[in-house]
C-alpha cells in the first residue's frame, strides 16, 4: 500500500461509519414515528421516568439506612420492570427494543468515526536502554499470590534479573529497599505487586534517572492497564527485559509522597481509612456512605486547581492525567500518562434530585472538572484523610498535589495490549460534516474535552490548548 493510500482508506472508513451513524438514528426516529405515532411522546416519557426513578433510588439506597434503604432498592429494581410492564401493555415493546438498537447503533459508528478522526498520537515510543543488572521487588502476598501463580520469581531470575522478595511477616521499608538496591549497581528497578508498591520505588527510580519495571502483580493495576500491559498474564511484562521499549510517564506527588493513579479526598477516602474496610468493604461501605453524604460526618472540603474552585465537594479525586471523559466521574481509563497536567473531578450531590441530574453525563449538575499542575485541597480539620493509590492515610493540610513531567522512565514489552482509546463525546455536527465529507481534520475529542489547565503547562506538555472549565 502506497503511503498516500493509507490516509484515503481511513477516510473513506470515516465517511461511511458517520453515514451509517446518522441513518441508523433516522431510522430509530422513523421506527418511533410510523409505529408509536402519537403516542411516541408518552413512550419516551415513560423511559425517561423510569430513568429517573432509578438514580433517585440509587441515590437513597446509599444515603438512607434501615427500612428507606430497602424501600430505595426496591424502587431501584421496580421501575425498570414498570416501564417494561407499561410498554408490554401498549404493545409497543418491540418499538422501543428495535428504535433502542437503531440508536446504539447510531452512537457506537459515530464514536467510531470521531475515534478515527482523532488525529492525537499515543505516547511515544524511545529505545530501550541497555540493561546489565535488573533488580525486581516482589510481594508475594499481592493479587492473592500471583507472584507464585505466574511463577514471576523463577521467570525474572532465568532472564537475569535479581530478585528481592519482601517478607510480609515484618514491616518493610520498599522505598529504603531500592535505594539499597540502586546503590548495590542495580540499573533498573522494577515490581511485581499492587500500585501502591509500585508508586514507591517509582518515585526512586525517577529521582535516580533509573528505568523502572512494571510487572501487574497486584489485585488492580490500573497504572499497567494505562501503560497497555497484559494485566491477565503478568509474566508477559517481563518481556520488556529482552524486547522492550521505553516510555517516559508522569509522577503524582501530594505533599511529597508519589502516587502514580490518582489520590481521593472526602467519601472514599473516609471508606477506606475505617479500620473495618479491609474485612468488609461493602458493610463498611454502605453504613459509613449516609453519614458522609449528609455532611454529618467527614471533612468539609476545598480545593482549587489553577482558576476552578471546588466548594464542599462530598468526594474529590486528583488523578495523575485526566481519566477519559466517558463517564460522569471521571474515572476509568487515561489514554496518555504524558500530558504533565493533573485531572481533578468533584463531585457534590445533596438529594434525589441532584443524583437523577447525573443522567445529563458531563453535563450533569454537581460535577466540576478541571486539569492544572497543581491542586491545593483544604479542609476544616488539621488532619485530612486521603486514599493515595488507594492505600488510606491522613495527611496535614493544605494538602498539596503536583505533576512531575516526564519524570519516569518505564521498560514496557514492545507487543503488549495497548492502550485502547478513551471514546470520544459525541459531536453530531462533526459526524455530519463527516458524512458529507467536509471534516478533513479534527482535533482530538478525548482526554481535555471541557477541562481548563491555567498554568500554562499544557503548551509545554503535550500540546493541548487551554479551554473552559467545566463547572456544573
Not at 522512565?409 to 460534516?433: A, K, M, S, T
Request: hydrophobic share 45%; net charge positive; glycine share 12%.
Amino acid at each position: 500500500m502506497t503511503p498516500t493510500s493509507a490516509p484515503s482508506q481511513s477516510m473513506r472508513q470515516r465517511f461511511w461509519l458517520a453515514r451509517a451513524s446518522l441513518l441508523s438514528a433516522a431510522a430509530s426516529a422513523v421506527v418511533l414515528g410510523v409505529f408509536a405515532g402519537a403516542r411516541t411522546v408518552a413512550l419516551l416519557a415513560v423511559g425517561l421516568v423510569g430513568l429517573v426513578c432509578v438514580a433517585a433510588g440509587l441515590w437513597w439506597s446509599l444515603a438512607r439506612q434501615g427500612v428507606r434503604r430497602v424501600l430505595a432498592v426496591l424502587l431501584t429494581l421496580a421501575a425498570p420492570v414498570w416501564v417494561l410492564v407499561a410498554y408490554t401493555r401498549a404493545h409497543l415493546a418491540w418499538v422501543a427494543a428495535l428504535a433502542v438498537g437503531l440508536w446504539l447503533v447510531a452512537v457506537g459508528a459515530g464514536r467510531a468515526a470521531l475515534m478515527k478522526n482523532d488525529t492525537s498520537a499515543d505516547m511515544p515510543e524511545h529505545p530501550a536502554p541497555q540493561v546489565r543488572r535488573p533488580v525486581l521487588i516482589m510481594n508475594p502476598r499481592s493479587g492473592g499470590g500471583k507472584v507464585r501463580r505466574f511463577e514471576l520469581r523463577e521467570r525474572a531470575a532465568a532472564l537475569g534479573a535479581e530478585v528481592l522478595v519482601l517478607d510480609w511477616r515484618e514491616s518493610t521499608d520498599v522505598a529504603d529497599m531500592a535505594r539499597k538496591a540502586a546503590a548495590g549497581g542495580a540499573d533498573l528497578l522494577g515490581v511485581a505487586g499492587g500500585d501502591g508498591t509500585q508508586a514507591q520505588v517509582a518515585d526512586v527510580a525517577a529521582t535516580l534517572g533509573l528505568p523502572f519495571l512494571v510487572v501487574p502483580a497486584g489485585t488492580r493495576n490500573h497504572f499497567a492497564l494505562d501503560l497497555g500491559l497484559d494485566r491477565e498474564d503478568p509474566s508477559k511484562a517481563l518481556d520488556a527485559l529482552i524486547d522492550g521499549v521505553e516510555l517516559r510517564v508522569d509522577l503524582g506527588s501530594v505533599n511529597g509522597l508519589p502516587f502514580v493513579n490518582n489520590v481521593s479526598f472526602g467519601a472514599y477516602a473516609e471508606v477506606v481509612a475505617s479500620p473495618a474496610y479491609r474485612d468488609d468493604k461493602t458493610r463498611t461501605a454502605l453504613r459509613l456512605l449516609p453519614d458522609m453524604l449528609a455532611g454529618h460526618k467527614g471533612p468539609r472540603l476545598s480545593a482549587r486547581a489553577g482558576q476552578v474552585e471546588f466548594d464542599e465537594p462530598q468526594a474529590l479525586l486528583v488523578s495523575n492525567n485526566p481519566y477519559g471523559s466517558s463517564d460522569i466521574a471521571g474515572l476509568g481509563r487515561r489514554s496518555r500518562i504524558d500530558t504533565g497536567r493533573l485531572g481533578c473531578v468533584g463531585v457534590k450531590v445533596t438529594g434525589a434530585a441532584h443524583a437523577a441530574g447525573l443522567l445529563r453525563g458531563r453535563r450533569a449538575t454537581g460535577v466540576v472538572r478541571a486539569t492544572a499542575t497543581r491542586v491545593a485541597v483544604e479542609a476544616d480539620r488539621e488532619q485530612i484523610p486521603v486514599g493515595i493509590d488507594g492505600e488510606a492515610v491522613r495527611l496535614r493540610g493544605p494538602v498539596r498535589c503536583e505533576v512531575r513531567p516526564l519524570a519516569l522512565r518505564v521498560l514496557v514489552p514492545r507487543n503488549r495490549p495497548g492502550v485502547r482509546r478513551d471514546r470520544p463525546l459525541l459531536d453530531w455536527p462533526l459526524i455530519g460534516r463527516l458524512a458529507l465529507g467536509r471534516a478533513r481534520r479534527a482535533h482530538g475529542t478525548h482526554g481535555t474535552h471541557g477541562t481548563h489547565d491555567t498554568s500554562g503547562a499544557a503548551g509545554e506538555n503535550g500540546g493541548v490548548p487551554p479551554e473552559r472549565p467545566t463547572v456544573t
